[in-house]
Protein backbone atom coordinates (compact mmCIF):
# COMPACT_ATOMS: atom_id res chain seq x y z
CA UNK A 1 0.00 0.00 0.00
CA UNK A 2 1.50 3.48 -0.76
CA UNK A 3 -0.55 6.04 0.47
CA UNK A 4 -4.30 6.27 1.47
CA UNK A 5 -6.68 4.09 -0.07
CA UNK A 6 -10.51 3.31 0.15
CA UNK A 7 -12.95 0.69 -0.64
CA UNK A 8 -15.07 0.08 -1.95
CA UNK A 9 -14.67 2.23 -5.25
CA UNK A 10 -18.37 2.57 -5.79
CA UNK A 11 -21.17 1.00 -4.38
CA UNK A 12 -25.36 1.31 -4.75
CA UNK A 13 -26.79 0.44 -1.57
CA UNK A 14 -30.96 0.07 -0.89
CA UNK A 15 -32.54 2.36 1.58
CA UNK A 16 -31.98 1.33 5.18
CA UNK A 17 -29.03 -1.37 4.85
CA UNK A 18 -25.86 -0.88 6.94
CA UNK A 19 -22.44 -0.06 4.85
CA UNK A 20 -19.18 0.30 6.00
CA UNK A 21 -16.33 2.39 4.08
CA UNK A 22 -13.02 1.22 4.60
CA UNK A 23 -10.24 3.71 4.90
CA UNK A 24 -6.21 2.87 5.30
CA UNK A 25 -3.16 4.34 5.05
CA UNK A 26 0.20 3.85 5.49
CA UNK A 27 2.05 6.82 6.53
CA UNK A 28 1.72 6.71 10.12
CA UNK A 29 -0.51 10.32 10.22
CA UNK A 30 -1.87 10.41 13.64
CA UNK A 31 -5.11 12.67 12.00
CA UNK A 32 -7.62 11.30 9.67
CA UNK A 33 -10.54 12.60 8.37
CA UNK A 34 -13.97 11.50 6.53
CA UNK A 35 -15.39 14.05 4.20
CA UNK A 36 -18.47 14.14 2.08
CA UNK A 37 -18.60 16.26 -0.91
CA UNK A 38 -21.27 16.68 -3.18
CA UNK A 39 -22.14 19.21 -5.68
CA UNK A 40 -22.06 23.19 -5.23
CA UNK A 41 -21.11 22.20 -1.25
CA UNK A 42 -17.37 21.78 -1.26
CA UNK A 43 -15.86 19.16 1.11
CA UNK A 44 -17.45 18.93 4.35
CA UNK A 45 -16.15 16.99 7.02
CA UNK A 46 -18.17 14.11 9.03
CA UNK A 47 -15.87 12.74 11.64
CA UNK A 48 -12.19 13.00 12.40
CA UNK A 49 -9.73 10.84 14.60
CA UNK A 50 -6.49 13.07 16.68
CA UNK A 51 -4.85 9.79 17.11
CA UNK A 52 -5.90 6.16 17.65
CA UNK A 53 -8.12 5.97 20.19
CA UNK A 54 -10.00 8.87 19.75
CA UNK A 55 -12.59 10.17 17.45
CA UNK A 56 -14.91 13.57 17.30
CA UNK A 57 -17.60 14.79 14.96
CA UNK A 58 -17.42 17.28 12.34
CA UNK A 59 -19.96 19.23 10.77
CA UNK A 60 -22.03 16.58 9.51
CA UNK A 61 -22.01 13.84 11.45
CA UNK A 62 -25.22 12.75 11.82
CA UNK A 63 -26.46 9.19 10.52
CA UNK A 64 -22.35 8.13 10.54
CA UNK A 65 -20.19 6.76 12.99
CA UNK A 66 -16.51 6.53 12.83
CA UNK A 67 -13.80 4.18 14.98
CA UNK A 68 -10.07 4.28 14.79
CA UNK A 69 -8.76 1.27 16.57
CA UNK A 70 -5.13 1.44 15.42
CA UNK A 71 -3.10 4.17 13.24
CA UNK A 72 -3.59 3.15 10.09
CA UNK A 73 -7.48 2.46 9.48
CA UNK A 74 -10.16 4.85 10.04
CA UNK A 75 -13.65 2.91 8.66
CA UNK A 76 -16.62 4.95 8.07
CA UNK A 77 -20.13 2.96 8.91
CA UNK A 78 -24.04 4.13 7.84
CA UNK A 79 -25.89 2.47 10.38
CA UNK A 80 -29.02 2.43 8.05
CA UNK A 81 -28.38 4.83 4.78
CA UNK A 82 -31.07 7.33 3.38
CA UNK A 83 -30.76 8.50 0.03
CA UNK A 84 -29.43 11.78 1.23
CA UNK A 85 -26.60 10.29 2.13
CA UNK A 86 -25.59 9.65 -1.57
CA UNK A 87 -22.37 11.63 -2.46
CA UNK A 88 -19.09 10.69 -2.50
CA UNK A 89 -16.81 10.09 0.62
CA UNK A 90 -13.24 10.88 0.69
CA UNK A 91 -10.89 10.10 3.77
CA UNK A 92 -7.83 12.42 4.21
CA UNK A 93 -4.61 11.91 7.15
CA UNK A 94 -2.49 14.51 8.10
CA UNK A 95 0.75 13.72 9.88
CA UNK A 96 -0.59 15.66 13.00
CA UNK A 97 -3.19 17.96 13.91
CA UNK A 98 -1.29 21.10 14.87
CA UNK A 99 -3.45 23.29 12.32
CA UNK A 100 -1.39 23.39 9.77
CA UNK A 101 -0.45 20.06 8.19
CA UNK A 102 -0.92 18.86 4.64
CA UNK A 103 -4.08 16.32 4.37
CA UNK A 104 -3.76 13.78 1.87
CA UNK A 105 -6.91 12.55 0.24
CA UNK A 106 -8.05 9.09 -0.66
CA UNK A 107 -9.79 8.23 -3.96
CA UNK A 108 -12.75 8.22 -2.90
CA UNK A 109 -15.66 6.30 -2.75
CA UNK A 110 -18.90 6.99 -4.58
CA UNK A 111 -21.88 5.99 -3.43
CA UNK A 112 -25.45 5.72 -4.09
CA UNK A 113 -28.53 5.42 -2.24
CA UNK A 114 -31.61 4.17 -3.05
CA UNK B 1 -16.02 28.42 13.62
CA UNK B 2 -14.11 29.67 10.59
CA UNK B 3 -15.80 30.43 7.27
CA UNK B 4 -14.46 30.52 3.87
CA UNK B 5 -15.57 31.73 1.26
CA UNK B 6 -14.72 31.41 -3.12
CA UNK B 7 -15.11 33.09 -5.89
CA UNK B 8 -16.25 32.90 -8.96
CA UNK B 9 -18.26 29.11 -8.71
CA UNK B 10 -17.06 28.93 -12.62
CA UNK B 11 -14.12 30.53 -14.67
CA UNK B 12 -13.48 30.28 -17.69
CA UNK B 13 -10.16 31.56 -19.80
CA UNK B 14 -8.70 31.14 -22.89
CA UNK B 15 -5.10 29.28 -23.15
CA UNK B 16 -2.84 31.41 -22.30
CA UNK B 17 -4.38 33.72 -20.27
CA UNK B 18 -4.20 34.03 -16.64
CA UNK B 19 -6.93 32.52 -14.23
CA UNK B 20 -7.32 34.02 -10.39
CA UNK B 21 -9.23 32.75 -7.82
CA UNK B 22 -10.26 34.73 -4.62
CA UNK B 23 -11.18 33.17 -1.44
CA UNK B 24 -12.02 35.36 1.93
CA UNK B 25 -12.04 33.85 5.79
CA UNK B 26 -13.40 34.81 8.83
CA UNK B 27 -10.74 33.94 11.67
CA UNK B 28 -8.46 36.12 12.26
CA UNK B 29 -6.57 33.22 14.24
CA UNK B 30 -5.97 30.96 10.45
CA UNK B 31 -2.72 30.73 9.87
CA UNK B 32 -2.60 27.88 6.92
CA UNK B 33 -4.01 27.96 3.23
CA UNK B 34 -3.77 25.61 1.42
CA UNK B 35 -5.06 25.31 -2.11
CA UNK B 36 -6.55 21.58 -3.73
CA UNK B 37 -7.19 20.82 -7.53
CA UNK B 38 -9.70 18.11 -8.18
CA UNK B 39 -9.38 16.60 -12.18
CA UNK B 40 -12.85 15.03 -12.75
CA UNK B 41 -13.33 11.76 -11.16
CA UNK B 42 -10.23 11.90 -9.15
CA UNK B 43 -8.92 13.16 -5.16
CA UNK B 44 -8.55 16.92 -4.16
CA UNK B 45 -4.37 17.25 -4.75
CA UNK B 46 -2.82 19.89 -2.56
CA UNK B 47 -0.87 22.20 -5.44
CA UNK B 48 0.44 25.16 -3.29
CA UNK B 49 0.12 26.48 0.55
CA UNK B 50 0.74 29.39 2.26
CA UNK B 51 1.74 30.33 6.06
CA UNK B 52 0.27 33.76 7.37
CA UNK B 53 4.12 34.61 8.28
CA UNK B 54 4.71 34.96 4.01
CA UNK B 55 2.48 37.27 1.59
CA UNK B 56 3.11 35.71 -1.25
CA UNK B 57 4.87 31.98 -2.99
CA UNK B 58 5.41 31.13 -6.15
CA UNK B 59 5.55 27.68 -7.65
CA UNK B 60 6.73 27.99 -11.24
CA UNK B 61 2.81 28.90 -13.18
CA UNK B 62 1.24 28.83 -9.51
CA UNK B 63 1.35 32.19 -7.50
CA UNK B 64 -0.49 32.24 -4.08
CA UNK B 65 -1.04 35.76 -1.93
CA UNK B 66 -2.04 36.35 0.95
CA UNK B 67 -3.46 39.91 2.65
CA UNK B 68 -4.16 39.16 6.64
CA UNK B 69 -5.38 42.41 7.15
CA UNK B 70 -8.13 41.91 4.74
CA UNK B 71 -9.01 38.29 5.34
CA UNK B 72 -8.37 37.40 1.74
CA UNK B 73 -5.90 35.21 -0.26
CA UNK B 74 -5.76 34.34 -3.87
CA UNK B 75 -4.68 31.91 -6.27
CA UNK B 76 -2.82 33.18 -9.61
CA UNK B 77 -2.24 30.98 -12.60
CA UNK B 78 -0.45 32.00 -15.55
CA UNK B 79 -0.05 30.84 -18.73
CA UNK B 80 -2.96 28.43 -18.31
CA UNK B 81 -3.09 25.37 -20.12
CA UNK B 82 -5.88 22.69 -21.04
CA UNK B 83 -4.75 20.83 -18.38
CA UNK B 84 -5.18 23.14 -15.62
CA UNK B 85 -9.05 22.41 -16.61
CA UNK B 86 -10.30 21.43 -12.95
CA UNK B 87 -12.13 22.40 -9.66
CA UNK B 88 -9.79 24.48 -7.24
CA UNK B 89 -10.50 24.44 -3.45
CA UNK B 90 -9.02 27.06 -1.24
CA UNK B 91 -9.28 26.21 2.70
CA UNK B 92 -7.80 27.92 6.14
CA UNK B 93 -6.62 26.24 9.18
CA UNK B 94 -6.60 27.75 12.56
CA UNK B 95 -3.50 28.13 14.19
CA UNK B 96 -3.61 26.20 17.75
CA UNK B 97 -6.46 24.19 16.90
CA UNK B 98 -6.18 20.50 18.34
CA UNK B 99 -8.45 18.86 15.10
CA UNK B 100 -6.01 20.73 12.51
CA UNK B 101 -9.73 20.79 10.69
CA UNK B 102 -9.38 22.63 6.96
CA UNK B 103 -12.49 24.80 6.52
CA UNK B 104 -12.81 24.90 2.75
CA UNK B 105 -14.27 26.68 0.19
CA UNK B 106 -17.27 25.78 -2.04
CA UNK B 107 -14.83 25.29 -5.14
CA UNK B 108 -14.46 27.03 -8.45
CA UNK B 109 -14.60 24.81 -11.74
CA UNK B 110 -12.15 26.41 -13.67
CA UNK B 111 -12.37 25.63 -17.83
CA UNK B 112 -9.47 26.59 -19.73
CA UNK B 113 -10.17 26.66 -23.94
CA UNK B 114 -7.48 25.72 -26.67
Known amino acids: IAGITQAPTSQILAAGRRMTLRCTQD?????MYWYRQDLGLGLRLIHY???????GKGEVPDGYSVSRANTDDFPLTLASAVPSQTSVYFC?????????????FGPGTRLLVL | GENVEQHPSTLSVQEGDSAVIKCTYSDSASNYFPWYKQELGKRPQLIIDIRSNVGEKKDQRIAVTLNKTAKHFSLHITETQPEDSAVYFC?????????????FGRGTQLTVWP
Open chain 1, 92 to 104: ASSKTTGGSETQY
Open chain 2, 91 to 103: AASIRGSTLGRLY
Open chain 1, 27 to 31: MRHNA
Open chain 1, 49 to 55: SNTAGTT
